[in-house]
């Protein structure tokens, strides 16, 4: 059992909670625009796929010993829902501060979650970078990427954590929302959109299944 998985899944668990207690509060008004609604519903269904999938890897850096491919696979089915979750919160941000009126009336995000969130991406694209050349490439370039892959973990960690504290409760209201509404061409293509992004996921999980990465294993790698 490794002190970064351990200390993830304690962390990921303690934020969960806080964050269904409603810790941080993410106001939003009650009559927001359709676009403004769609945009958080799709947002909302890929945290929520996200967050199962977070616990995955969570599991899989827990005991990396025994689970460094399977590491690597579900990292792999991470990355397309991840770059669609950045792309729909980039267009909300990107909206909100080119004054779009909509999207001013929707509200901001807390100040903790906005100042936190530049580190969250770079800390995201550092995490998945290091990791995809530590799968590539292992040490050929040198043994500082795996531990530039650890420190972007645990930064990575630290930022979501206000994350999780924050939008937790609302994700799971909005998840909820959009159980509840009938069906229609914009509720297909929203929900459509999540199932292709998981399924492109899968098929660069099984694509890297082909490829016998030269990164060693964990015990390797430390000692």
Do not use: C
Not at 165 to 181: D, K, M, N, P
């Amino acid at each position: 059992m490794t002190a970064p998985g351990a200390l993830f899944m304690l962390l990921l668990g303690l934020a969960s909670m806080g964050g269904a207690a409603g810790v941080i509060r993410s106001h939003r008004a009650h009559d927001v625009a359709p676009g403004v609604a769609a945009n958080e519903r799709l947002t909302a269904l890929l945290s929520g796929l996200l967050f199962l999938l977070v616990a995955a890897i969570g599991v899989t850096v827990l005991l990396i010993q025994d689970l460094l491919p399977e590491h690597y696979v579900v990292g792999f089915l991470l990355v397309p829902p991840l770059g669609l979750k950045l792309a729909s919160t980039g267009y909300r941000l990107l909206r909100y501060y080119t004054g779009s009126a909509a999207y001013a009336a929707a509200g901001p995000p807390p100040i903790l979650l906005r100042l936190t969130a530049p580190l969250l991406v770079l800390a995201t694209i550092a995490v998945f970078g290091t990791g995809i050349e530590l799968w590539l490439f292992g040490y050929r370039f040198g043994t500082w990427w795996f531990q530039a892959h650890v420190v972007s973990f645990l930064v990575w960690t630290a930022a979501l954590i206000p994350h999780l504290l924050g939008h937790f409760r609302r994700s799971a209201e909005a998840v909820a929302e959009e159980v509840t509404i009938g069906s229609s061409r914009e509720v297909f293509t929203r929900r459509g959109v999540v199932v292709a992004s998981l399924l492109l996921g899968a098929v660069l999980a099984a694509a890297s299944l082909l490829y016998e990465s030269p990164f060693p294993s964990f015990g390797a790698g430390s000692g």
